[in-house]
T-cell receptor, first 111, second 112 residues
Framework: LAKTTQPISMDSYEGQEVNITCSHN???????ITWYQQFPSQGPRFIIQ???TKVTNEVASLFIPADRKSSTLSLPRVSLSDTAVYYC????????????FGGGTRLMVKP | DSGVTQTPKHLITATGQRVTLRCSPR?????VYWYQQSLDQGLQFLIQ???????AKGNILERFSAQQFPDLHSELNLSSLELGDSALYFC???????????FGPGTRLTVT
């Protein structure tokens, strides 16, 4: 199971773009990169998933370089309601690697 | 709203008791996962069921058991409860084996 490293916390201001980078040097060939958001006392919410290059949905973008040893979650124009913990997960459920949440990145959006 | 429902929202019980947590997955999802989140442990995977069959086990205690019924809803049974079992219990569902899972609102269990 690929180990991930992401910043413990980040601060931003409303309206700014936020980029959270996750390192996963030992990512395996079949591993996907998945990001979740969690608010206090709520279940994690799936944000985005990718394998390589760039993935975009209505909420965020995920940038994955060619070597796939890192990934960046980009949140455009954040608002106060984006204050949450963001988790980067790397693995392949088909390989028996269950979802393992680390400490995540605590994002604080200020007015 | 993820489409996954969990009942009850809150549960307060005494040590040594037994409780049952219930989860209804999103329509069409065959996989159900159970997770425990406590303050000191983070989110821990407990067990997965796929279309009624146990698929994978994580850090689930022998005092805990689960099952998935023909209508795909799932129940997590916790017995001989201890103070340390106090936590948020989340259920998640997905169409297949994937990291793209949809979590329910959780059941907060307090053991006194």
């Amino acid at each position: 199971l690929a180990k991930t490293t992401q910043p413990i916390s980040m601060d931003s201001y409303e309206g700014q773009e936020v980029n959270i980078t996750c390192s996963h040097n030992n990512i395996a060939t079949n591993d996907y990169i998945t990001w979740y958001q969690q608010f206090p006392s709520q279940g994690p919410r799936f944000i985005i998933q990718g394998y390589k290059t760039k993935v975009t949905n209505e909420v965020a973008s995920l940038f994955i370089p060619a070597d796939r040893k890192s990934s960046t979650l980009s949140l455009p124009r954040v608002s106060l309601s984006d204050t949450a913990v963001y988790y980067c997960l790397v693995g392949d459920l088909n390989a028996g690697n269950m979802l393992t949440f680390g400490g995540g990145t605590r994002l604080m959006v200020k007015p | 709203d993820s489409g996954v429902t969990q009942t009850p929202k809150h549960l307060i019980t005494a040590t040594g008791q037994r409780v049952t947590l219930r989860c209804s997955p999103r329509s069409g999802d065959l996989s159900v996962y159970w997770y425990q989140q406590s303050l000191d442990q983070g989110l821990q995977f407990l067990i997965q069921y796929y279309n009624g069959e146990e698929r994978a086990k994580g850090n689930i205690l022998e005092r805990f058991s689960a099952q998935q019924f023909p209508d795909l809803h799932s129940e997590l049974n916790l017995s001989s409860l201890e103070l340390g079992d106090s936590a948020l219990y989340f259920c998640a569902s997905s169409v297949r084996d994937t990291y793209e899972q949809y979590f329910g609102p959780g059941t907060r269990l307090t053991v006194t």
